[in-house]
């Protein structure tokens, strides 16, 4: 008898809920420390209660944590945490981040009616931020989490001039405190993170979910572009330092270098000419460079010719560039053992076992690097669409994804 999808039911609910808060009416944006994203943090806080979790948190940074206890019979219990990000990109989606909060919400909620435990501490970590979008730095949320947050970025500032610090206290958190969220890494058995895949291979093979065997490595930074601007009509064209031409040569090599090596991608996702008006050559240009590959040693060729191609095309055109790197992160490996309990756990509702790498960041990175993780996917509909609002999964999916999380909860229990 097919029994009715309540998880996924009440992750979908939950889902449109918290996309009602947004920075921008009429799409979906959370950015960093706005008032949406402060309504989002309260919202998570009253369903934690409601679900059941037996304490929660918000720390500096704004990471919401709710903890759901050990069974008291079981003598020091370690620690697994699971969670991801409750801000999204620019007019994003509703699961991006979220699903893997709401899903292990619904599971706790489901452990405390029928009033189980596990053999250890289950955290369910809402991070804060791993996007980029306001300030520019990503894994805000989870890098406080693991205790390796860098205070630098404090003084990082908005569009509108506005620094994190100041966001921060604004919100009612205390900056100060931001390099001791830390959770207690020393008992973290293992971290995992069910995620929507963000692209088409889950619907192209027609399977509901996948193991993720890696997470690409990334590298991001900003470019800023200074020619000289100019009188449109009157500069000669082989006297001008248009800063938008050169980017636009930068952009197409970008292009040209990555499609050249399967698994390599690279963006420029923002583009700006700075002060630009329509009758004066560009005399500045901002762009982001996003860099990622299943090696960080393929990605970093590719680097190289890209800075290689930039110096030759800047000195060509009298421009200069100046680079900062914002954020490099090194492709992290799954843990075999957790995979394999994933794939017994999927198998014991029947579903296709598939393995797939991660194209896309995600937080487990960053808490990867203190303990063992691994990773869910859980299809994607559209074409696999993410970073947009067409982004969707349907109620099966996310019904399935929680039954198959809870039974991985168990598998986990069992290695006790
Ligand atoms: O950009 C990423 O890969 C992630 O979605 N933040
Ligand atoms: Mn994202
Ligand atoms: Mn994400």
Known sequence: MKTSPTLGNRIMAWSADLATHTDHPGMLTCAYMTPAHRAVAAQLDTWMHDCGFDEVRHDAVGNVIGLYRADPATAQPRL???GSHY??????????????????????ADLHAQGRRLPYDLEVVAFSEEEGLRFGSTFLGSSAYVGRFDNTVLDKTDADGISMRAAIVEAGLDPAQSAHCATDVSRLKHYFEVHIEQGPVLLDRGLPLG???AINGGVRRTLTLTGLASHAGTTPMDMRHDAACAAAEIILYVEQRCASVPGLVGTVGTLQVVNGSVNVVPGACRLSLDLRAPQDSMRDAALADIEARIEEICQRRGVRCDMEEVMRKTASACAPGEQALWAKAIAAHDAAVYELPSGAGHDAMMVGQVASMSMLFVRCGNGGISHNPLETITVEDAQLAAQVTASFLQELAATC
């Open 87 to 108: 801000d999204t990109v620019r007019d994003g989606g509703k699961y991006d981040g979220r699903l893997g909060i709401l899903l292990p919400m619904a599971i706790v």
């Open 80 to 82: 697994v945490s699971t």
């Open 211 to 213: 193991i993720v065997t």
